[in-house]
């Protein structure tokens, strides 16, 4: 036999210097849950370890992250009821706490980076990324909402807007209002393949934000799809965005893959809330080495092409590989 690939697995040393892919602190973003007021925090029952945190106790845990080396956090306002309404419109008061806590935080740490959330529902009584009038999700009407919010956020002083909403035609539009108004500066992470899925479930927990009615199958892409992705993809990268993204990550490899193939841009995955709750809840249960299939995870989302990975795990990855 003149191959014998096993003489490359046979002891540690050489299986680490032959490793083809890492993963590191450099690669992942944090998502995080904004509470308003002070010293409030609450754990969001569908996803053990991840808390909602008041602006205070969010710096605290900011600062902890920061020195794990975890630079980037994708930072999602959990709004009360009694802010909803229709039109999204506490999206863009300047007064509103979400708005507020970015500005602080940027002050506070200015060499992290921040990403926001552009969509709708979490602001909207209907629980839609889009403005919904007659059961409908209107397009070209949601993009005047969204390009107001993207300015608000791109005056606290935030890096980056991540547009999750998936209505046509809105990175290209958010680009514009942010150029027109000299936020050429601030970067576009686009949701560029998101896909209508069962595994937000836990996030829409974190956020009270589940649809009042219907699905997101009119905005999110069809789970069997993949041609599509690319036709998402060639859109924003033409309207101009800086990042690709692909969400969820575990169950879209192949797009992460093909995505990584034909674009030149950095490629993102969001490894989402359910992706989570699936491996925290067989940990808990012990039926899974929940620790060995978080690294195995993150490291097969790495492999298939994500320059960058936002995940729940980014926090306890960087503690365990530190420890
Ligand atoms: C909504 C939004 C969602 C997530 C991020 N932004 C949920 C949805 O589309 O309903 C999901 C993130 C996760 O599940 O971790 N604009």
Redesign the pocket.
């Known amino acids: 036999m003149e191959r014998r690939p096993r003489r490359n697995r046979a002891s540690q040393a050489i299986r680490d210097l032959s490793q083809e892919t890492h993963v590191t602190a450099n690669d992942l973003i944090y998502?995080l849950f904004l509470l308003e007021g002070s010293h409030k925090k609450t754990e969001v029952k569908s996803m053990p370890g991840i808390f909602r945190l008041s602006i205070d106790l969010m710096l605290k845990e900011m600062e902890e992250c920061l020195k794990l080396g975890i630079k980037g956090f994708d930072v999602?306002p959990v709004v009360e009821d009694f802010h909803k309404d229709k039109l999204a419109t506490k999206s863009y008061d300047r007064g509103f706490f979400y708005l507020q806590a970015l500005q602080t935080i940027k002050k506070e740490f200015p060499e992290a980076l921040i990403i926001t959330?552009v969509?709708m529902?979490?602001y909207s009584s209907d629980g839609h990324?889009g403005i919904v009038k007659d059961g409908k999700i209107l397009n070209d009407e949601t993009l005047d909402v969204l390009g107001q919010m993207a300015l608000a956020q791109a005056e606290t002083g935030i890096d980056m807007i991540g547009p999750?909403?998936m209505m046509d035609g809105r990175v290209g539009h958010l680009r514009n209002v942010l150029d027109e108004a000299g936020f050429s500066h601030v970067g576009i992470m686009a949701?560029t393949a998101?896909y209508a899925s069962a595994?937000?479930?836990?996030?829409?927990d974190a956020l009270d934000?589940?649809?009042k009615f219907g699905d997101?199958k009119t905005y999110?892409m069809n789970p069997a799809n993949r041609k599509e992705a690319l036709i998402e993809a060639e859109l924003d990268y033409i309207e101009g965005a800086d990042v690709l993204m692909v969400?969820?990550a575990l169950s879209y490899l192949d797009v992460i893959s093909d995505l990584k193939a034909n674009y030149d841009l950095p490629i993102a995955a969001?490894n989402?809330?359910?992706e989570?709750a699936m491996i925290k809840a067989a940990g808990l249960q012990g039926w899974l080495d929940a620790d060995r299939v978080r690294d195995e995870v993150l490291l097969s989302i790495k492999r298939s092409g994500a320059d960058m990975i936002l995940t729940?795990f980014a926090k306890e990855f960087c503690s365990k590989t530190r420890a």
């Open positions: 998502p999602f959330d969509a529902d979490p990324d999750s909403d949701y998101k595994f937000y479930g836990p996030f829409r934000s589940a649809p997101k999110q969400k969820p969001y989402v809330s359910g989570y729940y």
